[in-house]
């Protein structure tokens, strides 16, 4: 929720441009004007994607049973998780990914004509994959790429192990149990399931087509590609969702809720009704000819 948060105050963009792409927000927020300081809000979407992703693969390892990992101060221990990789992922993007002179007037004529704004006026960083002189990789923005990469893959990885882990004690566990019990346990691995599909859509696969298309070097590619930045945001709620859907409990609970709140509606609705005919009972009356 947080990291939704930050998106509507940051409100960050993306461009792909051939061997380019350009991150980039249209105002600089919280007042910071600097060519270095105006990028900082920027960085910090990027802390909070990152936590995010870890957030995520913490929480595919506590379903694993870790659980004497996560009382008392121990549990400070995933607090610095997060921060590790959201630290790496923002101060990767923010030292590799600066704009310079090469980059700018790169992508300055394509920024010009999709969105009518000078590149060197707006907070922006840069990914250039190739110099467009001799052709040569630039190799400080193919790092940027590989930090991106590597955060992702990473926790990715976790996601899948724990996942299979956690598949593979079940079936050995719910023999023994009754048969409510493993329904209970059927029904959490599929929300798990489905916990691992949801950010693979939402999260990783459209980091992933961003960061790699620069590689490609297309020439038909100028694309605003932000629109992509928007999924990340539908992960908290997608996640919810999927438990609500999937666990009898949580779904046969949040029926009861809306129905009580229709319930409440219509009575508003009705007792509406009752007192406008009360204060003007003429109002209903039928119009004599």
Same mark, same amino acid.
């Given at each position: 929720m947080v990291f939704a948060t930050v998106e509507i105050m940051v409100y960050p963009n993306v461009h792909n441009?051939?061997?380019?792409?350009?991150?980039?927000?249209?105002?600089?927020?919280?007042?910071?004007?600097?060519? %270095? !300081?105006?990028? &900082?809000?920027? /960085?910090? %979407?990027? &802390?909070?994607?990152? /936590?995010? @992703?870890a957030l995520l693969s913490v929480h595919f390892i506590y379903s694993t049973n870790k659980l004497s990992y996560f009382k008392g101060p121990q549990c400070l221990?995933?607090? /610095? %998780?997060? *921060?590790?990789?959201?630290?790496?992922?923002?101060?990767?993007?923010?030292f590799t990914l600066q704009r310079d002179s090469i980059s700018d007037e790169y992508l300055r004529e394509d920024v010009l004509l999709r969105y009518n704004v000078n590149l060197t006026e707006i907070p922006a960083m840069t990914i250039l994959a190739y110099d467009p002189t001799d052709g040569s990789i630039r190799w400080r923005n193919i790092f940027g790429i590989l930090n991106i990469c590597a955060i992702c893959n990473f926790q990715y990885g976790i996601m899948i192990y724990c996942g299979w882990a956690m598949h593979a004690k079940m079936e050995d566990k719910i023999k023994n149990?009754?048969? *409510?019990?493993?329904?209970?346990?059927?029904?959490?691995?599929? *929300?798990?399931?489905?916990?691992?599909?949801?950010? *693979?859509?939402?999260? &990783?696969?459209?980091?992933?087509?961003?960061?790699?298309?620069?590689?490609?070097?297309?020439?038909?590619?100028?694309?605003? !590609?932000?629109? @992509? +930045?928007? !999924?990340?945001? +539908?992960?908290?709620?997608?996640d919810s969702l999927i438990v609500m859907y999937v666990v009898s409990e949580y779904r046969n609970t949040a029926k009861r809720l809306i129905r009580k709140g229709l319930k409440i509606q219509n009575s508003q609705q009705t007792s509406s009704k009752v007192y406008a005919t009360t204060v003007n009972p003429t109002s209903t009356a039928p119009l004599n000819g």
């Open positions: 441009y051939k061997a380019g792409l350009l991150f980039f927000s249209f105002e600089e927020s919280w007042g910071l004007h600097g060519p %270095y !300081s105006r990028n &900082f809000p920027l /960085a910090g %979407y990027t &802390f909070f994607h990152s /936590a995010t @992703m221990i995933w607090f /610095a %998780y997060c *921060t590790f990789f959201g630290l790496q992922y923002a101060l990767g993007t923010y149990f009754s048969e *409510t019990l493993r329904k209970h346990h059927k029904q959490f691995f599929k *929300t798990l399931v489905l916990q691992i599909t949801a950010p *693979t859509i939402i999260l &990783f696969i459209p980091i992933t087509i961003i960061i790699f298309l620069p590689l490609f070097n297309l020439d038909v590619i100028s694309v605003p !590609s932000g629109v @992509m +930045l928007c !999924s990340f945001t +539908l992960y908290p709620a997608s």
